[in-house]
Every structure is written in structure tokens, then in C-alpha cells.
């Protein structure tokens, strides 16, 4: 089954008329004869599309119940069932009432298409993902319905139903797009003029686009090669030299005299390269272009001009701008004009400008990086001296004068000198083997003179394809130590994209590293400062690697710009050219890394912003409830106390007298805790260690839950633990008394033990500990983390409206004291239900008197 055609009305804004313009197209294939119904459109009480609806046929909507209110949603299975040719189906980017198959009408009209139906649908630019936040800044609304561009894209047709906006204000004045009391306010907000002409723009834009796309698509179908310019495009040149700059801003200043055009630079990548091309300064034409409002390119190619041409093409380019030559007048005689010449000769229907500057003829290097290095080229020149003449002696000796023998001896010592020192070697080589040939083995023998003319053409011979061969051998060992660089630097930018993804990798350890690998003496990152009150020179050392390294550009061997602020000197030895793009690799990553560390020092701030944000927002609410409730109850119990014309009994002043004293245990009992909560943060924690044991602490421990039922089982010879007595019995007193709260109909079990190996140790060393065990409800594995944190209470997370006492301190304080102390607490499930706290402390270094031999104790607290 064929796949349905989308037919999208676009609009710029709501009134346009999209629905009136589908529902009349609608009508016109239904009197055409075409199967039409309305799968939903929505009037919206105009009178004008009301009365478009009448004659057609409109599948009922289904009414779907949200939030007190009923609203009609498209029946999609009935469009289905119905299976007309075309169907009807307004607000295209719609989200749909909770309760239906899908949560977008888009997606419902997916299915529809997809059963083979056609279907007209409307939509208004402001719904348009990637517009969403540009309309936003327009119009200062957010819109909360969207469609994914690549879906509207996907539509057969897109139809613009455009009106100017001074128009649509004069409709919407009229009433014929919203009711007559709100005509007023849409039109000083939403509606503005200002507002309706940057949505119109948009929209024109976006459907232009569009446009290209369907003219791309017929160009590739058709096979067509030749530029349609639809719009003014200019494309840059860009070598990687100095001058890109130029010919950007040139390039700017011709697209100002027209509205709607483009700027794309692009980089020819030649993989003979340029020596001087700076990573630096096409990053620096990149953000320029950038700012532009332009688009960087990079594409490769060994014919700079024809991928410059190829490219200019693919866009659709109507002009494009080259800088002239940098090649040395001898240079253009040898190789040619240049790029530019090339690129005038081929361009055809695209126009090319070129520009001057300062850098044309000052020539263009080769790229050295091939070079096969000094101390081979004089080893080369070496035997091309030695090498011919040895072979003579050997041929004279062995023997005698054979022409052939000798041309072929030679032939393999000057391939062989190729091979060491490449080509210029094994030129000297071949004309010196030329000239032992002919003293030696051509005829008259010990002359220069040479009386058979098939003996000097073969001696020419053997000299031409000496030299020839020597070119292909010195190319191809070139050729080969480029392909050894490469493989080395390639494996060398793999090591730093991997330290730079593992984030494990440093500024410090990053320098070494660059030191090391240019085996270098020093290597420095230098920012650039303020040097006009005439203090320093202008330089801060952010980081260094290496001996004496350099404080300033001018005391460095080699200067790599980072960016405007960022500069790495290097001392030592000067880099050759070969080494340059590699450090300016080098360069990239230590940009990255530097912005890497000021994204990890925003993020940072920014979270300890929350965290102070949530302190303050649970310190108030603290201030709001949990302070005023308890101070609420004072008030009101000291006030009864105080009424004069009211008697009380004995008992009832006791009552009221016990409840402040109550609620003044809880003021204490909480701002402690926030007191202590604000030394954990501030980390002014300095516990004073001792022996102590579990017994000494406890009883003050339970001061606060009196009442509750308490019992405690303690080992007998049970050791003291190195301890902050006050401190261990206000972690204890917060564990207990939570237990009591969450546990109050049930036993709280306090147990304690002793270990040299196990689980009661703390970093392998004998540690004690103490368990305490409630019957409650438990906390969840995955709530255990967030039970310690600050001010977070048991069911925050489950049941965040219920109205409970405290801040969430309690365990956030006892983990924190604990740890203070050089100790652990741990939660773990009681087995057949509940929570039990472990408080593991190390033993106490120093002896303690008495308790040596005491019964194991079992107390019952009432």
C-alpha cells in the first residue's frame, strides 16, 4: 500500500487563514469528485470558516474529560475506518488530551498517511521546533506545543498562506479572529506590528529553505552540475596563510550591498600542505566568519582549485573570493599561476574576485615535513663520491671495460645513493658515474672522448634514467617518512583526545608531556596581563614543566598563541617546520583543557550555589515551622499561666509548665543541631579523641526520649573506644531518638561488639561498634544515601506534602560527628523488618581503669 502525501498551510501567526485556505482547497477536490472528509477542524467562532465546514463531511470528534473540562480530540480510528482520499485535519502540531494512543497529532496523522490516505493539515511558525526559542525572544511567549522540523520537512507540499501584518491587525481589530474583550490586549502584546513582521520574516526564511532543498533534490535527480543561484552566496578561499582575514571582511563588505545573502568560507586541505599554515589563524578566520554570520568549511583535495570550484558549486555559490598568489614570480614559472588562475579560468557562471594583500609573492613553501634530514643527505652526497669510483676500480679489476656491465653497476649504485640521500645525491651520482663510464669503458678508453655515436646516446640514456629514477626513489622515501610522521602524529593526537575525554590529565602533566615529546628543555603556559602600571612584563605563568622555563615570549625558543590571553613558549631548541602543526595541536588541547577547567569551575560554583541555596531554603523553612511552632506553644502555655482571672489546678500548671519545658528541649535540640551542621560545613570540627566507653555515653543519650522502650545489650570486658565523649553521645542521642520516632511502637535495641578482623575494623585496624535496631518500617536501598543527607527526612522523597517535625538534621550530624571522629555510620535492614544505625569507632589507644571484669550487661530502659 502506497504511503498517503502531506499537504502542510503554513502561517505566520494565528488568523492568517491556514484553516479557511485547507478548508477551501478541501471543497475544491470534493467538487472535483475526491473522497474529502474533516478529521477535525476547529472554527474557533469564526462565522467565515464555519460556514467553509458546511457540506462537508466531519467525522465526529471524541470528547475526552482533563482536569475538570471536556475536549475534543480527532478519532482516529473512525478517519480509518472511513478511509476517504484526502482528510481534513487542522492544528498539526496540537498535543493531545491524556487518554489517546498517541500524545501528538502529528503522530495520529503518521498513522493516517500511513494507511495510505492524503491529508491537508495546518501549522503555525511559531510551533516549529527550531524556532521555538526565536519566537520566544520576539514575542516573549513560550510556546508549548511543537513539531520536529524534519517532520514538516517530510510534507509533499507547503503551501505559505501569507498576509501582510498590518492586514491581519486590521482583521484581528474587526473581530474576526479572537471575541471583541480580548481583541485589545492581543493587539498591544502578541500582535504587535513588530512582532507580526519578524514572524512573517521567519516564516519566508524557513519555507526558502525549504525551497533549496527541493531544488537540491531536483538538481541531483536530473543530474544538473551547473550553479542555480537562488540567493547571493559568497564562498572564501581560504589557504590557512595570514590573508584570510582580508578576504573574509571583503567578502562581508560585498554581501552588505545586498539583504538575504551568505557567507561560507572553506579550507583546502592539499596533502602536500603548506609549511607556514597556522592552526592558529584559521581558528581565528573560523570565529570571524563566525561572527559574521557565516558558515567554516574544511574539504581536502591535492587540485586546491578544483575542490574550491566543487564546492562553490555544491552551494550553489554566486560569487567567490580568492586572494592572489603567494608564489615567487620563478615559482609561478615552474608550477604555474596559482589557485586564483585556475579558479577565474574554470568558474563558468560564478563570479571571482581577487583580492590583493600584503603577503601576494612573498612566496609559498613546500612542505618540508618529508624531509629525510641532514645527516643522510651528506651521507648520500658521501657515496655519490665514493660509491661510482668504487665500483670502477672493482669492474676495472674483475672485469675489464664492459660498457653494458658498467651502465648496469652504476645504474644500481646511483639508486642506491637515491635511496640514502634522495634526489640531488643521486644526481651528483649519476653525472659521476656519466663520467667514469666514459673514461673508463667507453671507447677510446682513458679519454673523455667518445668516437661511437651509439656509445654517447647510451651514456645520455643512462644519465636521463638515472635522474629519472632517482625522482621516483627520493619521492618515495619521502613519500614513506611522511607516512611515519603521520602515523606518529596521529598516534600522538590519539593519546591526547583520549586524556582530554578521560579528564585525568592535567595542565602540569599536559606540559610535561609536550616537553618530552619535542624533547625540549622547559615548556611554560603564559597568560597575557595588564603590564601599564609598569609592574612585570606583561606575563603570568600559569603553569611550567622543566628547567629555567621562560617568563615571555621573547626569552622562548618557540611561541605557539593558544588564543588572545593563552600563549606556550617552549625553550630549549627551535622546532623545524615539520614539528609546527603538531604543536599547534598541542596548542588546540591546551585551549580545551583550560576551558575545560573553567566549565569544571562553573559547575562547581553552580553547585555549591544550590547547596547553599538548599541550606537557606531549609534553614527558613526551620525559621518558618519548626521554630515558630515550638515557640507558638511556649506563648500560648506562658500566657495561660499569666491570665489573671483564670484558676488553675496543681496539675494543669504542671501540664503546662511540662509542655514549655518540652518545647524548649526541641528549640535547644534543633538549633544545636543547625549550629552543628554550620561547624560540619565550615569544617571547624576538631574533636578532642580519648577513651571512652559506649556506657558512659549512652545514658545522656537517652535523656531525650524518656519513656520510650530502650533495651541494651553490652559484651562484658567490653574495651573504650577513642572518642569525643560530647560529641559520641550527640550522635547517639540523633540516632535513638530518630529510631523512637519512626519506630515508636516497637523496642529499640542497642547491641554492642567488639572485633579484631571482620566487619567490626576500620581500615584493617580492631574497631568497636554499636547497633541500633529498630522495628519499624525501613528505609529503601535506594533512599539509604539520601537519608544522611542535610535536611532530608525519611519520606521528603515519597511524600513531600505531608506536614512532619524537624529539619532532616539528625543523621546528617551524627554521620558527619562520627567521621570527625575517625569513625563510620552505616544503615543497614533488620532481618523481618526495620533499620539498624552502626556506629564503628577504633579502639582507644590508651589503657583504661575499671570494667575489667564486669558481667555482661543487659539493661531495660522503661
Known amino acids: 500500500m502506497a504511503r498517503g502525501e502531506l499537504r502542510i498551510f503554513l502561517g505566520a501567526a ?21 473522497d474529502v472528509v474533516v478529521g477535525i477542524a476547529l472554527d474557533h467562532g469564526r462565522a467565515q470558516t464555519k460556514a467553509l465546514l458546511t457540506g462537508l463531511e466531519v467525522i465526529a470528534p471524541v470528547e475526552r474529560e482533563y482536569r475538570g473540562g471536556t475536549f475534543p480530540e480527532m478519532d482516529v480510528a473512525a478517519v480509518l475506518a472511513r478511509k476517504p482520499a484526502i482528510a481534513l485535519v487542522d492544528e498539526y502540531a496540537h498535543s493531545n488530551v491524556p487518554g489517546g494512543e498517541n500524545a501528538k497529532r502529528w503522530q495520529d496523522v503518521e498513522a493516517i498517511l500511513d494507511a495510505g490516505i492524503n491529508v491537508y493539515s495546518t501549522v503555525n511558525v511559531q510551533h516549529l521546533e527550531s524556532l521555538a526559542d526565536v519566537v520566544e525572544s520576539v514575542t516573549g511567549v513560550r510556546q508549548q506545543e511543537s513539531v520536529p522540523d524534519a517532520v514538516v520537512r517530510r510534507a509533499s507540499q507547503i503551501e505559505l498562506v501569507d498576509i501582510t501584518p498590518e492586514l491581519l491587525r486590521l482583521r484581528m481589530s474587526e473581530g474576526n479572529i479572537y471575541a471583541t474583550d480580548k481583541v485589545d490586549a492581543a493587539l498591544a502584546n502578541y500582535f504587535r506590528l513588530g512582532n507580526l513582521t519578524a514572524l512573517r520574516e521567519l516564516a519566508l526564511l524557513w519555507l526558502a529553505d525549504r525551497v533549496e532543498e527541493g531544488l537540491a533534490a531536483y538538481r541531483l535527480a536530473n543530474g544538473i552540475v551547473e550553479s542555480w543561484p537562488t540567493r547571493e552566496r559568497v564562498v572564501v578561499g581560504l589557504t590557512g596563510g595570514p590573508e584570510g582575514q582580508v578576504l573574509i571582511r571583503r567578502a562581508a563588505r560585498i554581501l552588505s550591498r545586498v539583504s538575504g545573502g551568505e557567507i561560507l568560507a572553506v579550507h583546502v586541505r592539499r596533502s602536500d600542505g603548506v609549511a607556514w599554515e597556522s592552526a592558529h589563524d584559521l581558528e581565528v578566520q573560523r570565529q570571524l566568519v563566525t561572527d559574521l554570520g557565516g558558515t567554516f568549511h574544511s574539504v581536502g583535495g591535492d587540485d586546491a582549485g578544483a575542490a574550491l570550484l566543487e564546492f562553490a558549486r555544491s552551494v550553489d555559490a554566486t560569487q567567490l573570493v580568492v586572494g592572489t598568489s603567494r608564489r615567487r614570480p620563478l615559482n609561478r ?3 604555474g599561476p596559482g589557485v586564483g ?15 590583493t594583500h600584503q603577503f601576494g609573492g612573498h612566496g609559498v613553501k613546500a612542505s618540508r615535513r618529508g624531509d629525510l634530514g641532514r645527516r643522510r643527505v651528506v651521507l648520500g652526497f658521501v657515496m655519490a663520491i665514493v660509491l661510482p669510483a668504487v665500483l670502477q676500480f672493482f669492474l676495472s679489476s674483475s672485469w675489464g671495460t664492459s660498457l653494458t656491465l658498467a651502465m648496469l653497476l652504476q645504474f644500481t649504485g646511483a639508486i642506491a645513493v637515491a635511496l640514502v640521500g634522495g634526489l640531488w645525491p643521486a644526481v651528483v651520482a649519476a653525472l659521476w658515474s656519466s663520467l667514469l663510464l666514459n673514461f673508463f669503458s667507453t671507447p677510446p678508453v682513458g679519454t673523455l672522448t667518445i668516437s661511437d655515436r651509439d656509445n654517447l646516446l647510451a651514456l645520455l640514456v643512462f644519465l636521463v634514467v638515472s635522474a629519472a629514477v632517482a625522482v621516483v626513489v627520493d619521492r618515495s622515501a619521502r613519500r614513506s617518512k611522511i607516512a611515519a610522521q603521520a602515523g606518529a602524529e596521529a598516534a600522538t593526537l590519539s593519546e591526547l583526545a583520549r586524556g582530554l575525554l578521560a579528564s585525568t590529565d592535567t595542565v602540569q602533566v599536559f606540559l610535561e608531556q609536550l616537553r618530552e615529546h619535542f624533547a625540549l628543555r622547559a615548556v611554560a603556559l603564559l597568560r597575557r596581563t595588564d603590564s601599564s602600571n609598569g609592574h612585570g ?7 611550567s614543566a622543566g628547567d ?6 621573547e626569552q622562548a625558543d618557540n611561541v605557539e598563541e593558544v588564543s588572545d590571553s593563552l600563549t606556550l613558549v617552549l625553550s630549549g631548541r627551535v622546532l623545524p617546520a615539520s614539528d609546527r602543526r603538531l604543536l599547534a595541536a598541542f596548542g588546540a588541547h591546551v585551549m580545551a583543557m583550560e576551558q575545560r577547567t573553567q566549565l569544571d569551575q562553573t559547575l562547581a560554583d553552580n553547585l555549591r550555589l544550590a547547596e547553599g541555596n538548599t541550606m537557606r531554603t531549609a534553614v527558613l523553612r526551620a525559621v518558618s515551622h519548626d521554630l515558630r511552632t515550638p515557640l507558638a506553644g511556649i506563648k500560648l502555655a506562658i500566657s495561660s499561666l499569666r491570665q489573671e482571672d483564670i484558676s488553675f489546678a496543681v496539675e494543669e500548671e504542671a501540664e503546662l509548665l511540662k509542655t514549655v519545658e518540652d518545647y524548649a528541649d526541641r528549640l535547644n535540640s534543633l538549633v544545636d543541631n543547625l549550629l552543628d551542621m554550620s561547624r560540619l560545613s565550615s569544617d571547624t570540627v576538631n574533636p578532642l579523641l580519648g577513651p571512652v566507653t559506649w556506657l558512659e555515653v549512652i545514658p545522656g543519650a537517652l535523656r531525650g526520649v524518656a519513656g520510650a522502650e530502650i533495651r541494651l545489650e553490652l559484651p562484658p570486658n567490653m574495651p573504650a573506644v577513642q572518642a569525643d565523649a560530647g560529641m ?15 519506630a515508636p511502637d516497637s523496642e529499640v535495641l542497642l547491641v554492642g561488639s567488639v572485633g579484631g578482623t571482620g566487619s567490626a575494623t576500620i581500615a584493617g585496624h580492631p574497631a568497636s561498634e554499636l547497633r541500633i535496631i529498630d522495628r519499624g518500617r525501613g528505609v529503601a536501598e535506594a533512599e539509604t544515601l539520601a537519608m544522611f543527607a542535610p535536611f532530608q527526612r525519611l519520606d521528603d522523597v515519597a511524600h513531600p506534602s505531608e506536614s512532619r517535625t524537624g529539619v532532616g538534621l539528625g543523621l546528617a550530624v551524627a554521620k558527619g560527628f562520627t567521621e570527625a571522629m575517625g569513625g563510620v555510620l552505616a544503615a543497614e535492614k533488620t532481618p523481618g523488618g526495620g533499620l539498624t544505625m552502626v556506629v564503628r569507632l577504633p579502639l582507644a589507644t590508651g589503657i583504661r581503669e575499671g570494667g575489667g571484669s564486669d558481667p555482661a550487661l543487659r539493661r531495660r530502659f522503661p
Open 14 to 34: 494565528p488568523g492568517v487563514g491556514k484553516t479557511y485556505s485547507m478548508l477551501e482547497e478541501g471543497r475544491t477536490q470534493q467538487s472535483a469528485g475526491v
Open 333 to 335: 614559472l615552474l608550477n
Open 341 to 355: 588562475a585556475k579558479v577565474v579560468r574554470e568558474s563558468g557562471d560564478i563570479d571571482v574576485h581577487m583580492v
Open 537 to 543: 612584563n606583561g606575563w603570568t605563568v600559569l603553569s
Open 548 to 553: 629555567s622555563p621562560a617568563t615571555s615570549p
Open 728 to 742: 559520641l553521645e550527640r550522635v547517639l542521642a540523633n540516632i535513638i531518638e530518630n529510631a523512637v520516632k519512626y
